[in-house]
């Protein structure tokens, strides 16, 4: 197992420390670095399913207001 040391302010630790108080900190500590981690992750899909999204939307050729009407009036019954 490895041991990481970083810096905090004194009230989260504090505050931290108070609302773990009969709990193991350290897998608390771990569970909460595990869910960042995952939480980037999906940051970095969302933002380069947008990417994708918007260059995509680059490469189409502009659809005048009377062509969008049009295809929406041919899809309805």
């Known amino acids: 197992m490895a041991t990481m040391n970083f810096s905090i302010p004194d009230e989260i630790k504090e505050e931290f ?3 773990f108080a009969h709990e193991n900190r350290s897998a608390v500590v771990a569970q909460l670095l595990k869910q960042a981690v995952e ?3 999906r940051q970095q899909v969302r933002s380069a399913a947008i ?3 918007l260059q995509l939307r680059r490469e189409q050729a ?3 207001d009377q062509e969008i009407a049009q295809a929406r ?3 309805r019954p």
């Open 17 to 19: 420390q108070r609302t």
């Open 39 to 41: 939480e980037r992750k």
């Open 62 to 64: 502009p659809v005048s």
């Open 73 to 75: 009036k041919a899809d």
């Open 51 to 53: 990417d994708a999204l």
